[in-house]
């Protein structure tokens, strides 16, 4: 198996599309850090919103790449590795030279989630050294930055347990418009959700948490009890998306 | 001579689309197969052909039946039986940006056992070491079929399963491919499944036959052996076309497969050449042209799956 995923890491490597998008959010980041500072704009964005700044800016970008962009992103990224491939015959292809479906499928789970965590981690690497162009050293407050961190560390999970999500749709609809679809329409009940009084459904809604975490904002603490809370469901969630896959994979008829 | 693969019974059927009904693909299908033989896969579009390749591959899973590769059941160890199988299944398909040689190499990973220098071996035997570091993008059909087989040769299969490989093929490369595969399976004892529309091709180069209509098994058997027992062809031109065609109906021994204007084509079953010949001087028939050719691979298969013979013109 080990030579499969590294096949796989190698072939999503290869994809354009993750060189080109990080540049564009590099370009995003650096034009929206130089924007904000002046007067008017931060003046306008503290007003509107009131997050934004100095060494709030990473943590704003974060929840800007992964609250939507990064999702997109990874679905994008996702339906050509996996709906594509499957589109063009080559999904099949490992399974004529000895690899087992299962296997397979574990192998592109490991590569897309690692994956999926790493460009997590990119984006903040982006945001600190857009942030310190313009800002300097003003963005290393210690409270901040660990605070930012953590989240950061905590969106990956969360990212980790969307792409485990996308990797199952991908599968079961094996079609790449029908995986976007379902991901957009996933973006909009969680919306829903988070903004609903809906108790019991936010509890058990994985989303929830991730939106719980990443809004947060600089004078609140992350509750302890919704990080003890927030990760296990996640991980059960992350847990059904990969079982999904693999009961999914057995059966299917290529 | 040991045997390479024996399938029994293989049965699958496929859900309707929008409908609670199920149609049958492949039904009670079942050959064996001995090392260094070819086995022609023969059938009209939808005849199950490639549904019972990739039932064998483990790409499609099986209602019923049982399949054996090399002494080893696809049930039990499928990692294991399918490891002397290689296979190119549709449309060749590759990672396009990638070279032929990179392509290879990509899947030779996948092996443990590859040694070096196999993979470009692989690509000179199969005719293409002079377009190793060309782009699979650039690629005729043609040579992706090569490159499909030198893939489908990683790991020295003892069984390689092609699905319609001289698809898209001139007549030149059409040829190339098949004397390519006979010579690994004098050379190497590979043992071959190739589905193919190219009957004339097969005739020739098959040492096995398999024809499937409508998901079912409907002639099996040695190449040579079914075309030996099977009657020979007429093909002529006779003047009087109402007399002629009511000579031939009424004819013991003969049936008329096909008439187009003054020209007949006829099947010779329980009378020989030369008698037919008496006959039609015996009615006053005049003969413009008359030739006799053995019984195709190609007539046998119209015949039995009900399609109309070629006529003459």
Same mark, same amino acid.
């Given at each position: ?254 | ?25 492949? +039904? ?9 033989? %070819? ?7 939808? $005849? ?7 039932? %064998? ?22 990692? /294991? ?5 290689? $296979? ?11 070279? $032929?040689? +990179? ?12 040694? #070096?220098?196999?993979?470009? +071996?692989?690509? #000179? ?26 893939? $489908? ?6 069984? !390689? ?19 390519? !595969? ?23 180069? =098959? ?10 098994? %409907? ?7 079914? /075309? ?19 000579? /031939?109906?009424? =004819? ?32 006053? /028939? ?28």
């Amino acid at each position: 198996m080990y030579s499969l995923t590294r096949l796989y890491a190698q072939k999503i490597c290869r994809q354009k599309l993750i060189y080109i998008f990080f540049a564009c959010f590099f370009t995003a980041s650096f034009f929206y850090a130089f924007l904000i500072s002046t007067p008017q704009m931060e003046e306008m964005l503290n007003i509107n919103i009131g997050i934004v700044g100095r060494k709030n800016f990473p943590e704003f970008m974060m929840r800007f790449y992964v609250g939507t962009v990064g999702i997109l992103f990874n679905v994008f990224l996702l339906t050509l590795f996996i709906c594509e491939e499957d589109r063009n015959k080559m999904l099949y292809q490992p399974l004529l030279h000895g690899e087992s479906r299962s296997r397979m499928i574990w192998s592109k789970i490991y590569v897309a989630v690692s994956m999926s965590m790493i460009f997590v981690l990119l984006t903040a690497f982006i945001n600190y050294i857009t942030a310190y162009m313009r800002w300097g050293y003003e963005i290393f407050d210690q409270t901040a930055l660990i605070r930012t961190v953590m989240k950061y560390l905590l969106s990956a999970i969360y990212m980790s347990v969307i792409t485990l999500g996308i990797i199952a749709l991908c599968i079961y609809t094996r079609n790449a418009w029908k995986t976007i679809f379902f991901v957009i329409i996933y973006l909009l009940i969680d919306q829903f959700i988070y903004s609903s009084n809906i108790v019991f459904l936010q509890k058990i809604w994985f989303g929830y948490y991730f939106n719980l975490w990443t809004f947060t904002y600089e004078y609140q603490k992350i509750p302890l009890s919704e990080l003890l809370i927030g990760i296990p469901i996640m991980v059960v969630y992350g847990i059904i998306f990969s079982q999904i896959s693999l009961c999914r994979i057995q059966k299917i008829d290529f | 001579m040991e045997k390479i693969i024996s399938v029994q019974n293989l049965r699958k059927a496929y859900k309707k689309s929008n409908t609670f009904d199920f149609e049958t693909a492949v +039904e009670n299908v079942s050959f064996d197969l001995m090392s260094g033989n %070819i086995m022609g896969l023969l059938g009209t579009n939808g $005849a199950g052909k490639t549904t019972t390749l990739k039932m %064998i591959t483990n790409l499609c899973s099986k209602d019923k039946g049982k399949i054996v590769i090399d002494n080893i059941s696809l049930d039990s160890d499928p990692g /294991l039986a399918l490891s002397k199988v290689g $296979a190119a299944l549709d449309t060749p398909s590759f990672y396009q940006e990638l070279t $032929a040689r +990179e392509n290879i190499e990509y899947f030779a990973h996948l092996y443990n056992n590859i040694p #070096d220098g196999q993979v470009m +071996e692989l690509l #000179d035997y199969v005719g293409l070491s002079s377009q190793t570091e060309k782009k699979v993008k650039k690629f005729s059909l043609g040579m992706k079929q090569r490159l499909a087989l030198a893939r $489908a040769m990683l790991g020295q299969p003892k069984l !390689i399963i092609l699905d319609e490989p001289a698809n898209g093929l001139d007549p030149q490369g059409q040829i190339n491919l098949y004397r390519l !595969i006979c010579d690994m399976a004098k050379e190497k004892h590979t043992t071959f499944i190739v589905s193919s529309h190219q009957l004339h091709d097969m005739e020739k180069f =098959c040492t096995d036959i398999l024809i499937l209509d409508k998901g079912k098994s %409907i002639l099996q058997g040695k190449t040579e052996e079914i /075309l030996s027992e099977t009657t020979n062809i007429v093909d002529c031109i006779l003047e009087e076309t109402k007399a002629a065609r009511s000579v /031939l109906s009424g =004819c013991q021994g003969i049936s008329l497969v096909s008439q187009k204007g003054n020209q007949f084509t006829i099947r010779l079953e329980n009378i020989c050449f030369n008698d037919f010949v008496k006959k039609l001087v015996a009615n006053h /028939l005049h003969i413009r042209y008359l030739s006799m050719r053995k019984y195709s691979l190609q007539d046998l298969f119209l015949k039995l799956t009900g399609g109309v013979e070629p006529c003459i013109h």
